[in-house]
């Protein structure tokens, strides 16, 4: 059973880059809720269109779904040609990635202006 | 059960140590020493043991054999890779061919592997002994004899001298074997492979290699913790990193050591055993991949009992 304990704030757009930003936990149970925020977005990040950037800042503990969920984010946007990364990781959430070695497979940032002055 | 012995712990394909990596290994135990001079040979062997295992010591290159030791008369090996030939001396080291002996073999798949060290497991040329094989796949007896067949082996499987038995399993069905109750668990790889649970003597130990998890199947997830659920060892395949098993090794039949720690955790399990390692990471990375493994235990525990976490390597003895 899924619940709300992952909240995805309201999309902004920030030089160029849209920027959604992800709250609480990211676990075998809020996992779905944010791959569910997150298909509307993903749907309209193609080539040509402007980038998606995850702000993970308010993210304090990612699972393995959690991390699945970004992959396949980030793959989905890759095979339409557009672009997709995450920024602002908690140092725990960070050492998650690297261990799962996901920071091989997407681009991550340190935090969000830094990220869209690259992604813009 | 007393103890599980790793015969054979790589993945996919056996392999060695090359030229070039034991003259990194020399070199660096040579560095660590720094001109150091040892009074003893005591000194020296303690020092070689202060070193990083990957200096001193291989994870080795046998595929897939693992030993439980029950302290019974009969034997119980997890799988038939190349690490079943050291097995095999070692069997033949302590009982001889005079002294016939009973092994009871459970297969995971029928993977070549997996099954490649069987031509080589000397106890079944030895007239006395009984082989019993089980598993829970169709074609076992076909797979096992195939691998023997000309112009694949010099050796023919008729040639076999024990007692080759076959026992087909049913996946979710305890079965009791040699004073244990063992249970498979249907795990996804290419063709399905299977897990065992054996339980007895007080003590629980998990053998669950080649096993692919789909995170996103709840079900899937609570029955592996259900598998693993308060497991003395869990012997889990942690071929890829986590990013690989979800993209570009998806589908591949193989899982991390994120996800190996996460469901020991949720199950209760007491150690967990990295297992059927990856041909291409050597020892350095393998040595880097256990700390890593056990320091994600250590920050996602969140107030469970702490999980022990081993990488398993060829001649490792763990006791229970």
């Known amino acids: 059973m899924e619940d709300q304990r992952v909240t995805l704030l309201p999309v902004r757009v920030v030089g160029g880059v849209t920027v959604a930003a992800a709250r609480g936990r990211l676990d075998h149970l809020t996992a779905g809720a944010l791959g569910a925020a997150l298909a509307p977005l993903l749907a309209g990040c193609k080539a040509g269109?402007?980038?998606?950037?995850?702000?993970?800042?308010?993210?304090?503990?990612?699972?393995?779904?959690?991390?699945?969920?970004?992959?396949?984010?980030?793959?989905?946007?890759?095979?339409?040609g557009g672009r997709f990364a995450v920024a602002g990781m908690q140092p725990l959430v960070a050492e998650i990635f690297a261990i799962a070695r996901l920071n091989l497979v997407m681009p991550c940032y340190v935090d969000v202006d830094g990220a869209c002055a690259q992604l813009a | 059960m007393k103890k599980v012995v790793f015969w054979g712990t790589r993945g996919s394909?056996?392999?060695?140590?090359?030229?070039?990596?034991?003259?990194?290994k020399v070199m660096a135990a040579l560095t660590a020493a720094n001109g150091r001079r040892f009074a003893s040979r005591s000194e020296l062997a303690d020092f070689v043991d202060g070193l990083p295992f990957a200096t001193a010591g291989t994870f080795g290159g046998h595929s897939s054999c693992v030993e439980i030791v029950t302290g019974g008369p009969e034997h119980i090996i997890c799988d038939m890779g190349s690490g079943a030939r050291p097995l095999a001396q070692a069997k033949l080291a302590a009982y001889g061919a005079a002294r016939p002996q009973v092994y009871h073999v459970f297969i995971s798949h029928l993977h070549w592997d997996h099954l490649m060290g069987f031509p080589f497991f000397l106890p079944m040329y030895i007239p006395g002994n009984r082989i019993v094989i089980h598993g829970c796949h169709d074609r076992l007896e076909e797979a096992m004899r195939l691998q023997m067949r000309a112009p694949c082996f010099p050796v023919d499987y008729s040639q076999a001298?024990?007692?080759?038995?076959?026992?087909?399993?049913t996946p979710g069905q305890p079965h009791a074997v040699a004073g244990l109750t063992v249970t498979p668990h249907r795990q996804l790889h290419a063709g399905d492979s299977y897990g065992y649970r054996f339980a007895g003597q007080g003590r629980c130990v998990v053998y669950s290699t080649d096993s692919?998890?789909?995170?996103?199947?709840?079900?899937?997830?609570?029955?592996?913790?259900?598998?693993?659920?308060?497991?003395?060892?869990?012997?889990?395949?942690?071929?890829?990193?986590?990013?690989?098993?979800?993209?570009?090794?998806?589908?591949?039949?193989?899982?991390?050591?994120?996800?190996?720690?996460?469901?020991?955790?949720?199950?209760?399990a007491r150690r967990l055993a990295l297992f059927h390692h990856e041909p291409v990471n050597d020892d350095e990375q393998l040595g880097?991949?256990?700390?890593?493994?056990?320091?994600?235990?250590?920050?996602?525990?969140?107030?469970?009992?702490?999980?022990?976490?081993?990488s398993a390597y060829d001649g490792l003895v763990v006791d229970l």
């Open chain 2, 161 to 169: 001298g024990a007692t080759i038995e076959y026992h087909a399993m």
């Open chain 2, 13 to 24: 394909l056996p392999i060695a140590l090359t030229a070039d990596a034991v003259r990194h």
């Open chain 1, 49 to 80: 269109s402007p980038a998606l950037l995850l702000d993970l800042s308010a993210v304090d503990y990612m699972s393995s779904l959690g991390l699945r969920t970004l992959v396949v984010a980030s793959r989905q946007a890759a095979a339409q």
């Open chain 2, 288 to 310: 880097r991949l256990l700390d890593e493994t056990r320091r994600f235990e250590a920050i996602t525990r969140e107030g469970r009992a702490p999980l022990e976490i081993i």
């Open chain 2, 212 to 268: 692919e998890h789909k995170l996103e199947d709840n079900g899937e997830r609570q029955g592996f913790i259900e598998f693993f659920q308060a497991a003395d060892l869990v012997v889990f395949d942690a071929m890829y990193s986590l990013a690989e098993a979800v993209s570009v090794k998806a589908d591949w039949g193989h899982s991390s050591n994120v996800v190996g720690v996460e469901l020991c955790q949720a199950a209760g």
